[in-house]
């Protein structure tokens, strides 16, 4: 079970961090690009407002996988893959965006990521460090 919960900890850092990193990405190219109507059919801001919105969405997302890898606030980590999944799939499933041909099993596929990697934050969040082992001297008292 160890090696299982490894993974799932491994994916939910990559998933998390990847996904901040694309995010901080759309919105740098975003403001840094000519005045235009910036929108992403699964979230309901438009424009500035949202491009700052995913930069700060970003920077959460990367500063949340930091401190939960040096296990420090690793709820934090465990309520951002929370709300990733619920802005995920209500965006996706109960909004009224609407998927192209080929949409629907990509979101499926991002949901279905989101889902795995908040499983994995769930085992980050839940994962005690294992006790040191006590030092054992040697014969002539060092240790």
Request: charged share 15%; with cysteine.
């Amino acid at each position: 079970m160890g090696c299982v919960e490894a993974v799932l900890r491994g994916v939910s850092y990559l998933f998390h961090l990847a996904l901040g990193l694309v995010l901080a990405g759309l919105a740098v190219v975003a403001l840094l690009g000519p005045e235009a109507t910036f929108s992403l059919g699964i979230l309901p801001w438009q424009g500035e407002k949202l491009a700052w919105i995913l930069l700060a969405a970003g920077a959460v997302a990367a500063v949340s996988v930091y401190l939960a890898i040096r296990r420090v606030l690793r709820i934090l980590l465990l309520l951002w893959s929370l709300t990733v999944l619920v802005a995920l799939a209500y965006g996706c499933f109960l909004s009224r965006f609407h998927f192209g041909r080929e949409d629907p099993a990509m979101a499926l596929l991002l949901t279905g990521g989101a889902a795995v990697a908040t499983l994995g934050s769930w085992r980050v969040f839940r994962h005690r460090a294992r006790p040191a082992l006590p030092v054992v001297s040697d014969r002539f008292g060092n240790g």
